[in-house]
């Protein structure tokens, strides 16, 4: 099945750094969503975009929508440990109810 | 207000056996959404069921099967096992007609030997 393109796989930081991924897609979607995945757990969102060029901020977490709609990047300042753990961008075609797109996810940790 | 329950936790089964999941949605949501995840890899749709009947599907075939039950609770049931159908099964609901997304619940561990 389709999945989005998502950089880096995996990521090794320091404490108190800050952390870049993003997300692209050959195909526009017109809701870009972010999540976080703990071990054993079921993704939780983070942050939902609507509008291309939204840009969200939630805590530390940043995200945008890119203009032509087939990119968005997650951004976390000054990291802490609980922020380890894999996050995924997922693009839907519609707000609502229609089906989720992931990409593979990125692998954070974070070294105190 | 209850969050998305699956049941089980995790599950073996052999190659050839079926097998059924279970999840109860969150209070106040009428579709409930089921991905699979297999180890390394982002969640892939299968399919969705709302009022009781199935209202989208992923590339999965026919030995995927699912229900809605009047509570909105679901099954997800697969047929023939095959050794590629081990992964993370994940249920999710969500109210139609509005933004407010899906939540997940945490999952069936369901591995095939």
């Known amino acids: 099945g389709q999945q989005l393109n998502q950089s880096p796989q995996s990521m090794f930081i320091q404490e108190g750094e800050d952390v870049s991924m993003n997300c692209t897609s050959s195909s526009i979607f017109n809701t870009w969503l972010w999540y976080k995945q703990d071990p054993g757990e079921g993704p939780v969102l983070l942050i939902a975009?609507?509008?291309?060029?939204e840009l969200t901020s939630n805590g530390r977490l940043t995200a945008q929508f890119g203009i032509t709609r087939k990119d968005s990047f997650l951004n976390i300042s000054a990291s802490i440990p609980s922020d380890v753990g894999i996050y995924f961008c997922?693009?839907?075609?519609?707000?609502?109810?229609?089906?989720?797109?992931f990409g593979k996810g990125t692998r954070l940790s974070v070294i105190a | 207000e209850t969050g998305v329950t699956q049941s089980p936790t995790h599950l073996i089964k052999t190659r050839g056996q079926q097998v059924t999941l279970r999840c109860s949605s969150q209070?106040?949501?009428?579709?409930v959404s089921w991905y699979q995840q297999a180890l390394g890899q982002g969640p892939q749709f299968i399919f969705q069921y709302y009022r009781e009947e199935e209202n989208g599907r992923g590339n999965f075939p026919p030995r995927f099967s699912g229900l809605q039950f009047p509570n909105y609770s679901s099954e997800l049931n697969v047929n023939a096992l095959e050794l590629d159908d081990s992964a993370l099964y994940l249920c999710?609901?969500?109210?139609?007609?509005?933004?407010?997304?899906?939540?997940f619940g945490s999952g069936t561990r369901l591995t095939v030997v």
């Open positions: 997922a693009g839907q075609r519609e707000s609502g109810n229609t089906p989720l797109v």
């Open positions: 209070s106040g949501h009428n579709t």
């Open positions: 975009l609507y509008k291309a060029g």
């Open positions: 999710a609901s969500s109210l139609t007609g509005t933004y407010y997304g899906y939540t």
